[in-house]
């Protein structure tokens, strides 16, 4: 199993490319299924997570091939064969049950394996499948499956999400694409990736309004065609290196950045004291002298600060002047990091959904385990600007999300390295 080795090595400098996103291609992958005319994506992320949904795809039928170095990946259904997505692929990632959506509008039924826990929290797919029934789905769940059926195809409805799940509103716009009449999403997400969704799903013929609003209406069509679409940049990847020049010190411009993909999480950095600057090429921080000022932090739903940022927040928040509360409202349970932060001689205070960071002058190494794919990269962060050496152990969540991570990370002056521990 792979571990990480990082030395605090003083400020980075330099630059940092941007890859696509992986959230917003793992539901762009799917949408391929919608189509019997080839899907092509391309500025497509490589890692794990995205091989893991090729051979959800391959495994029903599609064709998926990974074309320049996997940047590129051309897709096709021309037939699908499978409809039942098996529990062995499913439980490796929760954005599997984007293909349930899809499948059942094309086909009419679609047999799909429940996700089940995850370490972040329950996580179920309720609102998926309730929004998916208000589509005249007929829903039946047994042995661990959802076996859903519409026998008529799905039909146009009003539908108004409890809470706005990146998922459901995913699953429900592309199944809207393919349903009878007008379907309207309300409460739907807002997020980047929901809106590079429907570009995506309009090159292939959807009509589709309001997406990046609370309402997203959509007037269903009898087929879609094929298309090619560029994969949106990686938000939560720029808002982690955007962080890492915060944590360390230092200049870093990250390639391809937009700030406006990252939300309210800049005026936080700001009020950190953190200088953060949109430039031609991408997004450019810096910090200068000192320590950063504590800020206190609340995720929320997009455009609030993103939950997938805030273990890397609290890697600064270690080592700020002041005291910062942290609160988690999006998971229960999302705060595995700040133990293996305490490892490394941060002062965190963890009740319930909230946690509160007292700032220590510097965090010193220590061998610590990643427990899922932010946390993995929020200790690499405190490590990089640790005393010492810190040994990041379970590194394969980090394969998961971030492309690359030591080579961009050693490109800007970071003492990073992999190391294979048989
Ligand atoms: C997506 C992202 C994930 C990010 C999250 C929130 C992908 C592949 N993953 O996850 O990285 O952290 O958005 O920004 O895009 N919930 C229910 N019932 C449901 C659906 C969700 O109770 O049917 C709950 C979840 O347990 C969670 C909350 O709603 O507490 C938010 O989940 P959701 O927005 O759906 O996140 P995901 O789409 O799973």
Sequence with gaps: MDSIIVTGNGPLNGQIPIAGAKNACLTLMPATLLSE???????AP?????????????SLGAEVSQLQ???????????????????????????????LGPMLARDGHAVVSLPGGCAIGARPVDMHLRALEQLGAEMDLRDGYVHARAPKGLKGATVEFPFASVGATENLLMAATLARGTTQLKNAAREPEIVDLA??????GAQIQGAGTDTITVQGVDRLGGATHPVVADRIELGTYMLAPAVCGGEVECLGGNLELVGTFVDKLQEAGVEVSQTQAGVKVARRNGRVRAVDVTTAPFPGFPTD??????????TAEGTSVLE????????????????MGARIDVQGGVATVT????LKGAPVMATDLRASISLILAGLAAEGETIVNRVYHLDRGYERVEEKLSGVGAKIERVNEQ
Excluded: W
């Design 37 to 43: 005319e080839p899907l092509t994506l391309t500025n």
């Design 69 to 99: 170095d996997g940047k590129v990946l051309a897709m096709s259904s021309h037939a699908l064969d499978n409809h039942r997505a098996e529990y062995d692929i499913v439980r490796k990632m929760r954005a599997s049950i984007l293909v």
């Design 309 to 318: 940022l805030q273990a890397q927040m609290m890697a600064l928040m270690c």
């Design 328 to 343: 988690e409202r999006i998971f229960e349970n999302r705060f595995m990091h700040a133990p293996e932060l305490m490892r």
């Design 46 to 58: 490589r890692l794990s997570d995205i091989r893991t949904m090729s051979a959800l795809l391959q």
């Design 359 to 362: 700032g220590v002058e510097r």
């Design 199 to 204: 570009r995506c799903l309009e090159r292939m």
